[in-house]
């Protein structure tokens, strides 16, 4: 089973309640450029394409 990092766990957890890369940036003191390094790292691990499969795998596999 994957793990995810802290940062990877954050991005993800506002992710879930609605926030853009952007806003997601903004609130965790990132760059939006880290932010999608962090989604993309996310959906390697996961094994998925986008953001609502990593949602769905992560919280299926209790990762957040």
Not at 10 to 20: A, D, E
Not at 51 to 56: G, L, R, V
């Amino acid at each position: 089973m994957p793990s995810l990092t802290d940062g990877e766990k954050s991005v993800l957890t506002l992710s879930i309640q609605g926030y853009t890369m952007r806003e997601i940036a903004d609130k965790i003191c990132l760059s939006p450029d880290t932010v999608k390094k962090y989604r993309q790292r996310i959906f390697e691990k996961l094994d998925v394409r986008n953001i609502s499969e990593a949602i769905a795998e992560a919280t299926n596999d209790k990762l957040i």
